[in-house]
């Protein structure tokens, strides 16, 4: 039996700086409940809604990579898609998009194709390729290798990307308690033990090794947030990288780690951000937090008291290889500066090794992989 990933939409509020092992690492465990928080999470539907409302015409072919239990897919018929081609992994999630496709009256004109969007061909090229591979940090559900492969193999000449655009951002963060969780193996739905026996055999030193899904509020901002990584999904983009990033502290506090998150440009007036801060309080609509995406903390192990005008240094480095886009290996490290004096320095590096990956796992370096560290 799958154990709920995250407490649906709709159920007990989650709370500021809770922590969650990251979705996008464990993409082929998203079960019923985690897609009826996809369903539930208003800033993710009204977005893609409205996107696929201003950019999908009648008559248009569209490809809805992922598209999970097919509402995307249904919105693209219901405003005039000729054929809409529902690519899924998981077989049996595949099968409620073709029931909730058929029970919506559109069964005829839905393609379902099962498997991974490397590995399958269409029978047609397409005029529109709606995608919601989005990982927190944009590029961890491998975004960049698949909108990459599918952009050159399936879309049309002149055709449109949902997204089109993608930035992500990445800030210092005084996340004192869900430092503590992380440093307690307090990570929700996972006993402690076995968290962190799972995180050595996979390759990690400790639970400091590991990005996680919280939702981290502006209050804990130790500096402004920076682009980290722009793509522009309409042509190709660098998966592997290396980048720096340099803040000056604006407001003395713990340094524990970094923010992530993503703004996307979905359609030409149409932007999703996840950057909201406010999980609401136990209903829906007053939420500006994403129940789905939630922030990604990258964690540091020894908390830095830092002072306003420090500056801290971050070089962020993404490893992966095209043909394996859900193995990537993420190193954080970087530096705290007082002056001209370094006071601390950190150093962390996600590179999991597990089998259940699709493709499996590389277990190589990502020096290895050609990018340096």
Same mark, same amino acid.
């Given at each position: ?12 509020? !989650? ?314 290996? !993420? ?43």
């Amino acid at each position: 039996m799958s154990v709920p990933m995250t407490p649906p939409a709709g159920a007990s509020r !989650y709370e500021l700086e809770q922590v969650w092992l990251s979705a996008s690492e464990r993409l082929l465990d998203w079960d019923d409940s985690f897609h009826e928080l996809l369903l539930g999470d208003r800033i993710r539907m009204r977005a893609f809604q409205a996107a696929i409302e201003e950019v999908v015409r009648p008559g248009m072919t569209v490809l809805d990579l992922g598209t999970g239990t097919g509402i995307l897919a249904e919105w693209a018929l219901k405003n005039g898609a000729a054929r809409v081609y529902g690519l899924e992994l998981n077989q049996d999630i595949l099968a409620t998009a073709v029931e909730r496709v058929g029970t919506a009256g559109y069964g005829a004109s839905f393609k379902p194709i099962q498997g991974m969007s490397l590995d399958v061909t269409l029978p047609e090229a397409v005029d529109v390729i709606v995608s919601e591979t989005l990982g927190n940090l944009a590029d961890n559900e491998g975004m960049v290798e698949i909108l990459d492969d599918a952009r050159r193999r399936f879309l049309a000449p002149g055709g449109r990307m949902i997204p089109s655009r993608v930035e992500s951002y990445l800030v210092p963060v005084a996340a004192e308690r869900a430092h503590t969780l992380v440093s307690t193996c307090t990570v929700a739905d996972v006993d402690p033990g076995d968290w962190l026996s799972r995180v050595k055999m996979h390759g990690a030193r400790d639970q400091f090794d590991v990005y996680y899904d919280a939702v981290l509020p502006r209050s804990s901002h130790l500096a402004s947030a920076r682009v980290a990584r722009r793509y522009d999904l309409d042509r190709a983009n660098d998966a592997m990288y290396s980048e720096t990033l340099t803040w000056t502290v604006h407001d003395a506090g713990p340094l524990t780690g970094f923010k992530g998150y993503f703004i996307a440009t979905l359609s030409p007036t149409v932007t999703l951000d996840i950057s909201g801060d406010d999980p609401g309080s136990g209903a829906r609509d007053t939420r500006t937090s994403s129940d789905s995406w939630k922030h990604c903390y990258l964690p540091i192990a020894n908390p830095v008291l830092v002072c306003r005008d420090d500056r801290i240094r971050l070089e962020l480095t993404r490893a992966a290889r095209p043909d394996r886009p859900f193995q990537q290996a !993420y190193h954080w490290k970087g530096a705290v500066l007082r002056g001209r004096t370094t006071i601390a320095t950190f150093s962390n590096r996600h590179h999991p090794r597990s089998s259940g990956q699709p493709h499996g796992l590389d277990t190589r370096s990502a020096t290895e992989l050609g990018v340096p560290l």
